[in-house]
């Protein structure tokens, strides 16, 4: 992987958590049918939607530019794990992606690094992209320990199977998801800095390609400014990835 960073193309990827009914696949669609007319700056676009939807996303997205991924994965391939869903399921679903280690699984489910970990390497095993999400919490921030934080979440979550192609890191700071509040600009600038460089120090080359999003509150009303700061290379969106108008208008932050 030799891409430098001014190659990397940008990737806005909507995570609809735990809502959707068949219903909603109006709006996946709608998002769908609008990709076709965004110019070259457009970035690359996923929607992660409730894994009830994933085959019937991808089977609707099928030859389109909009990609589709799942919100979690079990580690193993297969096997006694009733309720949980493989890499491979997801794959064979249609999806291309999965979100691993998001704030809310971590926090929900009790999911520790090494497991967050383990789901990533899973991942890759099927032949999914992980996106991985990392981020402090409000009292770690206040702490001034983020970077403390994120470089630890970094070291003990990220496979050593991360390419620039398989792997996405996702930076949500958990006090800003769903709460309307997002980080100044430069303390963005800044921690995604730091990723970018704990990823080259580990990686080398390809830890210069590996896609840095920002998560936590992204609007059409805010999307410029961050997505346009050095080492953000997109967005993962929650509330405003459930409605297409929204969603575009995220995405057209890169017109
Ligand atoms: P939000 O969620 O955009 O609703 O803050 C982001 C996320 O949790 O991925």
Redesign the pocket.
């Known amino acids: 992987m030799t891409e430098t960073l001014s190659e990397i193309r940008p990737l806005v990827a909507g995570?609809w958590?735990m809502n959707g009914l068949s219903a909603a696949l109006g709006e996946s669609a709608e998002v769908r049918d609008a990709l076709p007319a965004l110019g070259k700056s457009a970035p690359d676009v996923m929607i992660c939607p409730p894994a009830t939807l994933v085959a019937q996303l991808a089977a609707a997205s099928k030859g389109s530019a909009l990609a589709v991924g799942g919100q979690d994965c079990h580690a193993a391939a297969s096997g006694a794990h009733t309720g949980d869903i493989s890499a491979e399921m997801l794959k064979d679903a249609g999806a291309t992606a999965v979100i691993v280690g998001?704030?809310?699984r971590r926090a929900d489910h009790g999911e520790l690094d090494r497991i967050v970990k383990a789901k990533a390497a899973a991942a890759h095993r099927a032949g999914l992209t992980a996106i991985v999400?990392i981020g402090e919490t409000k009292g770690e921030r206040l702490a001034d320990l983020t970077l403390n934080v994120v470089n630890r979440q970094l070291a003990a979550s990220l496979p050593d199977t991360a390419t620039a192609h398989n792997t996405v890191v996702?930076y949500?700071p958990i006090w800003?998801?769903?709460?309307g509040l997002t980080p100044e600009a430069k303390d963005v600038a800044e921690i995604h800095a730091a990723i970018r460089k704990n990823l080259e120090s580990r990686f080398g080359p390809a830890g210069k390609g590996i896609r840095i999003l920002y998560?936590?509150?992204?609007k059409p009303t805010n999307a410029r400014e961050l997505l346009s700061l050095p080492n953000v290379n997109g967005a993962?969106?929650?509330?405003?990835?459930l409605k297409a108008v929204d969603f575009l208008a995220i995405i057209r932050a890169y017109g």
């Open positions: 995570n958590k998001h704030s809310e999400c996702a949500e800003a998801i769903g709460t998560g936590g509150s992204v993962l969106v929650g509330g405003a990835s």
